[in-house]
């Protein structure tokens, strides 16, 4: 029984999903291929995130944040499970309205309506561009001289080995 005065349990759910610091969409389930599902809510954090509008993003495919250097076999993979109905986890590089890129851990669900049919996707997603950006430093940091840039031991040791494996590869199809 709702109260006059009182929000509508639509909106207070609406204010509580816009309290959620991890970004927050809820897709229709099809269709899976191109355009690809298209976005039914889109919470705060998705439009700070990302930059664009509520407007600008309803009623769009969420491919809309994929750029130049957005793995497509990451991404193929992560299609394939939604088409099995699976929940389906990725890390992918996404890009702001700006074209600034971030990487993002996502998460999504199906939903299913009381008959059992999948009707829509639900997707968490946590900015993890500072753990990147870390890893990535540790890694340089493992393989090459932090002062000159150039490859240490290990580095070396490294690049010789993908070089001599590349090498024993291209003879063997000889």
Excluded: C
């Amino acid at each position: 029984r709702e109260l006059v005065g009182e929000p509508s349990l639509a909106a207070l759910l609406g204010s509580m999903l816009n309290t959620i610091q991890d970004s927050l969409l809820i897709t229709l389930a099809e269709p899976l291929d191109a355009p690809g599902p298209l976005i039914v809510y889109a919470n705060d954090a998705v439009l700070q995130q990302t930059g664009f509008s509520r407007q600008e993003v309803l009623g769009r495919s969420p491919r809309l944040f994929q750029g130049p250097d957005t793995d497509r076999h990451v991404t193929r993979r992560f299609g394939e499970a939604l088409r099995r109905g699976e929940r389906a986890h990725m890390e992918v590089l996404n890009y702001s309205s700006s074209g600034r890129p971030y990487w993002i851990e996502l998460k999504v669900a199906p939903l299913a309506d009381a008959d059992g049919w999948f009707t829509h996707w639900v997707s968490v997603q946590r900015d993890v561009t500072q753990r990147r950006l870390t890893e990535q430093r540790l890694q340089q940091q493992a393989f090459a001289d932090p002062l000159t840039g150039l490859l240490n031991r290990r580095g070396m040791t490294e690049h010789l080995e993908r070089a001599l494996a590349g090498s024993e590869a291209t003879q063997s199809h000889l």
